[in-house]
């Protein structure tokens, strides 16, 4: 074709054609587009063009209407392609000329920053590496004081069994714990197994409905470190397998989609994808939440199918938000425009994709739900917030505890500005100038205390909180409660209150940050409560 014919291809069109026919005589100009160096060899352009265009192909990917029954597919927005991120953040785990191996990292206080603010792949990776760190017996004095603190600190419960075997290795009674702890695990897990063989052959009842919500909540979020007989089983209960279609089989089957989003086991995909494919919303939801923590071939055609055939907000905006996980930003823009809505389900929903999808432009959007009537819509545009990483969310986030907030959306605000100070960090950029600033190491309303008539009070309002709350008076219930771990941050009673009011109205996010304060403070107490214990493993 001559030059006359058609008109010169530029951007992305010259560099596929490049890749079609050759460097011929535009090496040098390709070379610069790439920016690779004059002499970078043929076999070094060819990669860099391959992911580049790979990339470029991956972000605009669109669902394509259904050849049968012409019904078609939902509009699926193609994505901008994204802006190259040169920062060391942006670099770690890239692939080509100027990508970093994050195995080569060893420097711990940059590992740590990863674990508290990377994107969810680069936290998963970090916490391995420190983890590796630890079984080699490489880290001492400053470094381990470092890391243990983190490990110790840490309340994101997607690391979930990365964090526990990491803490398995931590010298002293915190590791001696935490290897009790797997033991027991294992017992149980060894428990279940037997039960599940008895189960079918017909000899006992359905293992997972009959056990403890406690129990079956630790097995469920182990279960990448269980045998391949308990992940069938929960297959099956996923697939409806078991011949159980009456309300308390439906109820098992519910529990346990929501209880496996963080467990990671590829060998429930299959099971998976067969809720995604034809199911009640909710169970998509859960599903699709699963999924996005799985790394696996057929997941992402999955997601992206039933996307295109999604009709209903909530579950449309959380399989987004499973898409973004796996690096398909299809869908962002129509999250971005859920959070103009009113139902508070929907916000949750879009905020929580935000966390995968979001960015610098979505931090107006967000800081503006941070002030809503519903508390798990503030609760969720605080981690959204977090994970973005944006120093501008810095200011809002400090009025939020400045606004009188409950203590579970205040321990959400301290893990956000913890991670946005480290993605700052990893970025390279400076925090904005803020009257908030430096970010403390724990956030707490009032400096905490241990006078004698700081215990008094706190007790005080502790009886007072319940006895608002066995009137129906939940809110003054609460600021008592809160009001009392302020006055004393080491008694384990009032976390553990807040975690019971929430938790007793399903506000399980709210609940779930609670009870992690009740366990740091005193693991052992809140275990032998054991009219707790079923809240607090529902929670998790």
């Known amino acids: 074709m001559s030059a006359g014919d058609a008109a010169e291809p530029t951007g992305t069109e010259a560099l596929a054609a490049t890749l079609r026919e050759g460097l011929g005589g535009s090496g040098e100009g390709v070379r610069r587009s790439l920016s690779l160096p004059e002499d970078a060899g043929d076999g070094a352009v060819a990669r860099a063009l391959v992911q580049v265009l790979g990339a470029t192909s991956n972000a605009t990917l669109e669902l394509r209407p259904h050849a049968e029954g012409g019904s078609a597919s939902l509009p699926v927005e193609p994505a901008a392609e994204p802006a190259v991120d040169t920062s060391f953040l942006g670099r770690l785990g890239a692939t080509g000329p100027d990508g970093i191996d994050l195995a080569s990292v060893r420097e711990v206080k940059t590992l740590v920053a990863l674990v508290r603010g990377g994107h969810r792949r680069q936290r998963h990776a970090a916490l391995g590496r420190l983890d590796g760190l630890l079984a080699a017996g490489e880290l001492a004095g400053e470094e381990l004081r470092l890391v243990r603190r983190t490990l110790e600190e840490l309340r994101d ?71 391949g007989v308990i992940a069938a089983h929960v297959a ?21 989609l929501a209880q496996i989003r963080f467990a990671g086991d590829p060998r429930l995909v299959p099971a998976l994808v067969r809720v995604l494919e034809g199911d009640a919303p909710g169970a998509v939801i ?43 930003p299809t869908g962002r823009e129509y999250v971005r425009g859920l959070l103009t ?160 009011v929430h938790a007793r109205r399903s506000r399980h996010a709210q609940a779930l940050a609670a009870f992690r304060r009740a366990l740091a403070i005193d693991r052992r107490s809140v275990e032998a409560a054991h009219t707790t214990m079923p809240f607090v493993a529902r929670a998790f």
């Open 286 to 328: 859960d599903a699709a939440r699963a999924l996005s923590s799985l790394r696996d071939p057929r997941v992402s055609p999955a997601l992206r199918s039933r996307y295109g055939r999604s009709v209903i907000a909530a579950e449309r905006a959380a399989l987004a938000g499973a898409l973004g996980a796996h690096g398909v």
């Open 157 to 227: 419960v997607s690391l979930g069994p990365a964090l526990a075997r990491a803490r398995e290795k931590l010298p002293g009674g915190r590791g001696r714990a935490a290897r009790a702890e797997t033991e027991r695990l294992q017992r149980t897990a060894q428990r279940f197994q037997d039960a599940i063989a008895r189960f079918w052959e017909g000899e006992g009842p359905e293992p997972l409905g009959a056990a403890s919500a406690e129990d079956a909540a630790t097995l469920l979020l182990e279960l990448t470190q269980h045998s």
């Open 341 to 500: 809505g009113e139902e508070p389900d929907v916000l949750r929903a879009a905020l929580e994709a935000l966390e995968d999808l979001g960015g610098a432009d979505d931090v107006d959007r967000v800081r503006d739900l941070l002030e809503h009537p519903d508390e798990g819509v503030a609760f969720h545009a605080v981690e959204a917030l977090g994970r973005i990483g944006d120093g501008r969310a810095l200011g809002p986030l400090a009025a939020v505890l400045d606004g009188g907030s409950t203590t579970a959306l205040r321990a959400a605000v301290e893990d956000a500005r913890h991670a946005i100070a480290a993605h700052l960090e990893l970025r390279g950029e400076e925090a904005p100038e803020s009257p908030a600033l430096p970010l403390p190491e724990r956030v707490t309303a009032v400096p905490p205390s241990t006078s004698a008539g700081a215990r008094f009070r706190a007790r005080r309002l502790y009886v007072f909180g319940w006895l608002y709350h066995f009137v129906g008076m939940r809110r003054r219930a609460l600021r008592a409660f809160a009001r009392a771990e302020e006055l004393r941050p080491d008694w384990v009673g009032p976390p553990l209150a807040i975690g019971l």
């Open 236 to 256: 099956a209960v996923l697939e409806r397998s078991l011949g159980d279609g009456g309300d308390e089989g439906s109820a098992v089957r519910r529990s346990v």
